[in-house]
DNA sequence: CTCACATTGTGAATCCATTCACAGATAGGT
DNA sequence: ACCTATCTGTGAATGGATTCACAATGTGAG
């Protein structure tokens, strides 16, 4: 009983979709931890993920996470486990720039929920939303941006700025040191290689629904 | 010149991630177009919507539309095929469902733009926000959505309820004839098979975002 | 203590989107 | 009118995630 959370190697390089299903699988497990459950079947988990057992076991084969045969996985260990990939022990600071509607909806959404990442800091180039505290949430001017992103050690942002504001905002914080980022502009980044950006595009999203809403067809 | 929209064939299944990037490069055709452009190559294109030239043709190729070598691909006649793909010429109903802070956003957000897709119904289960006009979109207490889904002929859906009760909603809007959602609420639904779901997890994506922050690589 | 069998862990097979690579086509130059 | 450079259209190759399928495991029943 040497090894509190039982992980074997974290050599190979995971899967994008794995790091997604990780995240979703860790939200399932507190909820079903909080309400008294101990051991979970990769049939269980893949039920409430809407995935297949097998996808589920080789998800936590990747992270080297190891059940019992009959038992299933310890609940508490494989969220442990999940804790110890998605956030290596320290809680990540992210940015969020344009405090406009779909930010403001974020930062009120965000204060107080998931502690593993938190918002130290919002920039709006808009003078009547800086300098001011939304949310629990400091809002600085775009201006400052290279300071306050060098002083609180940031790497991740959340771009909510109109469209055609999007790739010099994201230029500009690439070279401020940010490396990955989520993008909720309808366009896709231009970035140096290395960073990393998911689009939030919910037009594409939109037209996706529509068009399958006169299809037959299924995910 | 008797073909104003050259669609050869629509026949085959059109993968989800190419309907994704139609919808994609709709909106830049859009914009290029409005800036005078009328004729594009597949890597300007595919620079455009960060993709490969190849990927632009395989996916022109999937709905039939045809360009011709050294002058490439017209681009009015081209957003008139994705039009015709995409949004059957016919403009699509949506609801919404939960109009909080991100319905709100959402609501706020898409009057006046995207014309081919129309929210012309909200629903909350809350009396403050029920009957009332938000945004230019009606909103009706959530008892009502047989009647109003029925009514309207609606068959999409945008699910903007707090996790606990996305499923509860989800079920309802199934059996009232919603086939398609736009699902912001980060559990995965439990759907008939032919229902088609999109998730929108935004905390998954913050964790994948805040993983990439610390790791060096790239999607 | 032994046995039976549901479940895990994983190599191999499969599936499917993406990319390669090139034959075929054509606009523009001479 | 012909030639050339360059782009399109697409069959074939690639690559990587998912699923299959089964040997190995160890728990719980008797
Ligand atoms: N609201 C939605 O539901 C929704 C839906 C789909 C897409 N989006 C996208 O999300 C983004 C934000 O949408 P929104 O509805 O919140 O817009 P918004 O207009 O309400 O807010 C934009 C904010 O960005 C600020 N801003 C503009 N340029 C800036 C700059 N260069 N630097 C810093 N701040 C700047 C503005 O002052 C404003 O506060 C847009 O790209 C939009 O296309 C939003
Ligand atoms: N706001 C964000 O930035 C954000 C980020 C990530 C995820 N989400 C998800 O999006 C969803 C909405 O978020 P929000 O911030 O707008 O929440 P919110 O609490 O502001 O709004 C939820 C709305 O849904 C209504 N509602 C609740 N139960 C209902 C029911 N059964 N039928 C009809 N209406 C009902 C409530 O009255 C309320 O108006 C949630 O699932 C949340 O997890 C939001």
Same mark, same amino acid.
């Given at each position: 009983?040497?090894?509190?959370?039982?992980?074997?190697?974290?050599?190979?390089?995971?899967?994008?979709?794995?790091?997604?299903?990780?995240?979703?699988?860790?939200?399932?497990?507190?909820?079903?931890?909080?309400?008294?459950?101990?051991?979970?079947?990769?049939?269980?988990?893949?039920?409430?993920?809407?995935?297949?057992?097998?996808?589920?076991?080789?998800?936590?084969?990747?992270?080297?996470?190891?059940?019992?045969?009959?038992?299933?996985?310890?609940?508490?260990?494989?969220?442990? !486990? /999940?804790?110890?990939?998605? =956030? *290596?022990? $320290?809680?990540?600071?992210? +940015? &969020?720039? #344009? %405090?406009?509607?779909?930010?403001?909806?974020?930062?009120?959404?965000?204060?107080?929920?998931?502690?593993?990442?938190?918002?130290?800091?919002?920039?709006?180039?808009?003078?009547?939303?800086?300098?001011?505290?939304?949310?629990?949430?400091?809002?600085?001017?775009?201006?400052?941006?290279?300071?306050?992103?060098?002083?609180?050690?940031?790497?991740?942002?959340?771009? !909510? /700025?109109?469209?055609?504001? =999007? *790739?010099? $905002?994201?230029?500009?914080? +690439? &070279?401020? #040191? %940010?490396?990955?980022?989520?993008?909720?502009?309808?366009?896709?980044?231009?970035?140096?290689?290395?960073?990393?950006?998911?689009?939030?595009?919910?037009?594409?999203?939109?037209?996706?629904?529509?068009?399958?809403?006169?299809?037959?067809?299924?995910?």
């Amino acid at each position: 009983m040497a090894e509190p959370i039982p992980i074997r190697q974290t050599a190979h390089r995971i899967p994008v979709q794995t790091i997604g299903r990780l995240s979703l699988y860790r939200r399932l497990l507190l909820e079903l931890s909080a309400g008294g459950m101990r051991q979970i079947y990769s049939h269980q988990l893949a039920s409430a993920a809407v995935a297949t057992p097998a996808q589920v076991r080789r998800d936590l084969m990747m992270i080297g996470f190891t059940g019992s045969p009959r038992k299933g996985y310890a609940v508490d260990e494989l969220i442990a !486990a /999940v804790n110890g990939v998605l =956030a *290596q022990s $320290v809680e990540t600071s992210v +940015a &969020l720039v #344009g %405090v406009g509607n779909l930010g403001r909806a974020i930062l009120a959404y965000y204060t107080n929920r998931q502690p593993w990442v938190r918002f130290v800091a919002a920039f709006d180039r808009d003078p009547d939303k800086a300098n001011r505290i939304i949310h629990g949430c400091r809002v600085y001017p775009f201006e400052q941006a290279e300071e306050v992103l060098g002083r609180e050690g940031i790497r991740a942002a959340v771009i !909510a /700025v109109p469209a055609a504001e =999007a *790739q010099r $905002v994201a230029d500009r914080l +690439a &070279l401020a #040191g %940010v490396r990955s980022f989520l993008n909720f502009a309808p366009v896709r980044l231009h970035l140096p290689t290395g960073a990393f950006v998911d689009d939030m595009d919910m037009s594409t999203a939109l037209d996706r629904v529509a068009y399958y809403a006169r299809q037959q067809r299924q995910t």
